[in-house]
Structure formats: structure tokens, C-alpha cells
């Protein structure tokens, strides 16, 4: 018997239900979510809908860390709706300024051996403190503070191990930078990426932290690091050290690969435009002239990573072709550089110093002018991602970054200065606690009495009765294959600032694919969606499946479905329906009129027959669910399910 990972002991050590074998179906407890004021918001409209007595995590989070500008009075109903039903409901509430989510996860909650789900993809950066992490929807982070747990399928273990130590000039982005080279952004999909070895003692937290949050550019479910001496003198620093446990993996410990990276071999990488995964050496791509550089996002935006390239400019000036913008990661961060007299130097040089958010990580300023160059210090740089279509986007360190802000072309830092003046960049022993930006739930003293407040902006969430045995339905769309998630509900931000307005929001369904679905469909009482293969793929926007419930579509008919856009259709008590004869879907049209009789036993059965009476036509298709999720199924979603639990 082999021994066990840093995965399996904390999986094994939340099992509630199925066993742990690669591939199997499993449901683990939650102790801690996150969510912020995109996603967050979902969390919340489902805990006014459920209204719980107590939540079942010890620690849950909302963050104002995206939109902090609130440039527009939808964004500040948006914040204040959080803000309101955190406090109503027990969640912490972490203020605008306060930080980045994930950052501020790391220095104040995460603890080694828990499992947190957060409503944001980069959640795994808490991997950094040996906790399981993991990014999902705003729905089913809110299943998990209702104490539903998390049902998941059973992860392979990917085991990258570190040893070396990493030269002056090179940092832990160069390291997540070789691991997307080598796996590529596909090369994780269906594992957790485990990092051990020797060189993992060379590296901080925050350094853990940059490799945790881009262990899902590699498509993986999450990354984590053991809990070590090192992750307990960070806790020490965060006056944490209570929370902290010892966290390795066993030294036979099985895993389904692993891949070796000398630390001491790496040189400055650069993800070129427009994949995390197009990986050059900064030498190579030296010819290309950006004219920005954005150093900050839950990547790389700690305290010595700023420090660092404060380093490589003090004494110098931005390049005047280049506009450099500088976000901590953290008021704390912020502090720390100021009372170290770090700012100074950066602003000396004449970079532009940002409040402490995500800023230009999604485009909320410093949007790139057209046919534009970035350098960037985030994690994604897919076309549109920096708010400007045109914009060719590099991802490099911050030593990188610093580096080419002063000689105006993508530089080696090592090839304009010893890179030893670096070496002495380390994170401050102890850090300055102050906890007052968030407002906790021990601050509120009598939470029932909070009125969450609903701006104009803010519409209460669609609910639908429970599963009908016999349904009469007419075929609004009928799609080809491949329709993503985007098609269903596009994103952009003059869409998506009516994401918690739901009327409105839904105005927009198939906008840019049919633009007379919404007048059609809001016609019919009950309607079906008629797909193909892969139906709902790309992003898990849990609102694709939403707005089409909304306007009462009963069933998806499709050759195939996308994984999450299933679960996200049984959540909202839509019937995912497979063509068992996939030539079903050429003899059916628009507007033809579909009949189920019997549907709840047709439903245990696990095969559905469907009568199309104007044709007299009947057809065969699978309900392919868990026993969990046709119960959903039958309460008529999620939200029906937990509110009559
Ligand atoms: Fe924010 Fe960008 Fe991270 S949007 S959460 S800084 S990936």
C-alpha cells in the first residue's frame, strides 16, 4: 500500500459520502468560501432566497476587490447588497481598499489541511498554506455554506517537484511560467498539481501563493503545497500561528505523475500573447516594445515583489514610452511599503501607484490602447481579457516587468544590472495586523434586525415549482454543436453590470446568437432548448442555465453536454436530456410541440421517452444523474431543494 499525498489526506479527512478512487463521484465538507462582488453576488441572492438560521463554515468571505470603482450606481448597489447580506447572514465583509481577495485570503483565513470553495477561479492561490482550494460557482459555493459539502469527482494527483534554488533575477513566476510550458494549459485537467521537493523550502508563501493561483492555467482543479516551517512562520508573522498544523505528504506518497524542475536552471520567462502556455525566454522576445506595465494582481503582488522591482528602479526613470502602474496586493502590503519608504522610491521613478484591487487584471483602468502592448504581471492574457480586444498582453515577473518599464523593450533583468542587488528582498518578519477593513460577524449585533439592502439593481433570484409529471413543451431554439456558455449569455461589462438584476440581465440571453429568442420565448409558457454536441462549454456562467429557467425552459434536448453547464442546469431544475439515437435531433425542429408523460418514474428509470404529437414521432433519450441530483431534479432545482430542506 503506497503512501499518501498532501490531497489525499485532506479529501480523505472530509469524506462524507463514495470512495476515493480516481474518476469516482465523491461529496467532501466544506469549512471555508470565499466569493467577491461579481460572483459573490449569486452567493448572496441564494442565501436570501434559503434565509439559514447559521452558516455551516467556520470561516466565509465577501470581498469588494473587482469592481471597487463603483464608476457606475449598479456597481454600488451591487456593493452595498454585499455588504448588507453579509452582515445579515454571518459573512465577513472585506471593504474596497482592503485587497485582493485571494491575496487577503491568504494572509488572514487560510489554514493548512481545510478545504475552502471560492466563487472565483483563482481560489487554489490558498494552496499556498497547504489548504484545498477550489474555484466554482457562486450557487455551489452557497450549497457549501448551507452545509451541503461539495461533490466532486475524484482528482488525479500531478506531483511537480521542486528542487534548486532559484538565481537572482528569476521568481516563482518563472517557475508557474515553465510549469505552463511544459504541461501546457491543457496538461492538468481532472488533477490537483501537488508541488514538493527541496526547492519548495527556498520559497515564501507569497512565492507558493504566485504558483497556487496559476496551477489553474494548467486547467487544473487546484494546487496546493505542504504546510511547513516556512508556512509556519508566515502564520507567526500574521500572529496565526494557532491555526497552523504540520502538512506533508507521506515519503512514498503515489502519485499519477510527477515532473522535475531545478530551480536552479530557470531563467526570466515570458507568456507570450495570447495563451498563459506560449512560453519564450525574456531574451527572446527583447525586440518587443510594450507601451504598459502593470505590476500587481493575485499573482504577484506581495510585499517583496513589489520591493523587488522597486529595486531594479530606484535610481532610474520609466522609459517615456511607457506607462507603469504599481497595485499592492493588500492594504497591509501598501502599508508595509510605505513605512519602509518603497513607495517613494517607485514613485521617484514615476510609477503610478494604484489602490489595492484588481484593477487592470479585468480591465477596470488601464485598459490597453488599440493594437496595444502590455506587459503584466497577472496570469491570463487571452485577447479581451484586458478590457481591449486588440491588445497583445506579455505575462512576466515582476523583476521582469520592472525591467522593461526602464529600458522600454522586454528585458532580462540581468542584463541591465547585477541581479544580486535582489537578493536581500525577503518579506517583513512580522507583519502589521489591522483587521479593521473587514467587517466581521462578531461586529454585528444583531444580525436578524439587518435590512439587506436592494438597490435598483438588485432583483430577488427566479424559483421554479417542483418537478411537473407530465410536460407539454414548444422548441424555441434549435442550436448546432459547440455552443458555449457565451452564446447562451454573453459577457462584457455592459452586460454584466446587470448580473444581479435578473429581468434585465435576461434580456440579453442568445443576444448576439438569435436576437428574437427573448421576444419569442417570451411568448411561451413552457419551453425546450433543442442542442447538439457539447452543449454549454466554455465558462461555468451558471447564468446560461438560469435565464433559460427564468423564462421557463422545462428540458434541454442535446447530443451531448459540457460537464459544469449539466450540473448547472440540474441546479436551476432543468431536465439535461441525451439523444440515445442521435439522428432524434434531425427530425425534431423549432416550434414542434414535445409531450412527457410520466416524468418522475421516467426519471428514476433513467431513460426518458419523449412524443412529438404534431409529427407523430417518439423518441428515446437518457437522464444520465446522480441519485443527489435527481432529488434536486425533482424539488425543482437547487434553491427549492435547499429551502425545503
Ligand atoms: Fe482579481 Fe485578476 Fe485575480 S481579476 S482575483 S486579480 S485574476
Known sequence: MMGLSI??????????????YPGEQVLVSVDQTLGHDLTGIMAAQVLESVQPEKLSTEVSVFYCDHNTLAVSSENADDHMYLKTAAERYGVYFSKPGNGICHFLHCQRFAKPGKIMLGADSHTPTSGALGMLSIGSGGLTVA?????????MTTPKVINIRLTGRLNPGVAAKDIALEALRILTVKGGIGAIIEYTGEGVKTLSVPERATLANMSIELGATTGIFPSDEVTYEYMKAQEREDSWIELLPDEDAAYDRTIEI?????????????????????????????????IGSCTNASYSDILKASKIL??????????????????????????????ADLVESGARILECACGPCIGIGQVPCANGIAVRTSNRNFPGRSGSQSA?????????????????????????????????????????????????????????????IKGENIS?????????????????????????????????????????????????????????FVDRIKKLKNSVIIGGENYGQGSSREHAAMLPMYFGTEVVF?????????????????????????????????NDTFVIENVLLQADSGEVTVKVPGKGLEFKTALEVSPYDLKVLKEGGALNYLRNK
Open 143 to 151: 450549497k457549501g455554506m448551507l452545509g451541503e459539502g461539495f461533490r
Open 558 to 590: 442535446a447530443k451531448s453536454f459540457a460537464r459544469i453547464h449539466k450540473e448547472n442546469l440540474i441546479n436551476y431544475g432543468i431536465l439535461p436530456l441525451v439523444f440515445k439515437d442521435k439522428e432524434d435531433y434531425d427530425r425534431i425542429d423549432m
Open 7 to 20: 490531497t489525499s489526506k485532506i479529501l480523505k479527512s472530509h469524506l462524507i459520502e463514495g470512495n476515493l
Open 262 to 294: 531545478d530551480l536552479g536552471e530557470l531563467e526570466p520567462l515570458v507568456a507570450r500573447p495570447h495563451m498563459p502556455d506560449l512560453v519564450s525566454t525574456a531574451r527572446e522576445v527583447s525586440s518587443v516594445r510594450p507601451n504598459s506595465v502593470f
Open 314 to 343: 530606484k535610481g532610474h526613470k520609466v522609459h517615456k514610452d511607457i506607462d507603469l502602474t504599481v497595485a499592492p496586493g493588500s492594504k497591509q502590503v501598501l502599508e508595509h511599503l510605505i513605512k519602509d519608504g518603497v513607495l
Open 460 to 516: 430577488d433570484l427566479p424559483m421554479r415549482g417542483a418537478l411537473r409529471d407530465r410536460i407539454e413543451a414548444v422548441s424555441v431554439i434549435k442550436l448546432g454543436d459547440n455552443i458555449t456558455t457565451d452564446d447562451i449569455i454573453p459577457g462584457g461589462s455592459s452586460i454584466l453590470q446587470f448580473i444581479a438584476n435578473i429581468p434585465k440581465f435576461a434580456e440579453f440571453t442568445f443576444c448576439y446568437t438569435d436576437e428574437t
Open 392 to 452: 497583445s498582453v506579455y505575462l512576466a515577473s515582476p523583476e521582469t516587468a520592472a525591467a522593461t518599464a526602464i529600458t522600454g523593450h522586454i528585458t532580462d533583468v540581468r542584463d541591465m544590472m547585477d541581479a544580486g542587488i535582489l537578493a536581500d528582498c525577503s518579506e517583513p518578519v512580522t507583519y502589521k495586523i489591522d483587521d479593521s477593513s473587514f467587517i466581521r460577524p462578531e461586529d454585528v449585533s444583531n444580525p436578524k434586525d439587518v435590512k439587506v
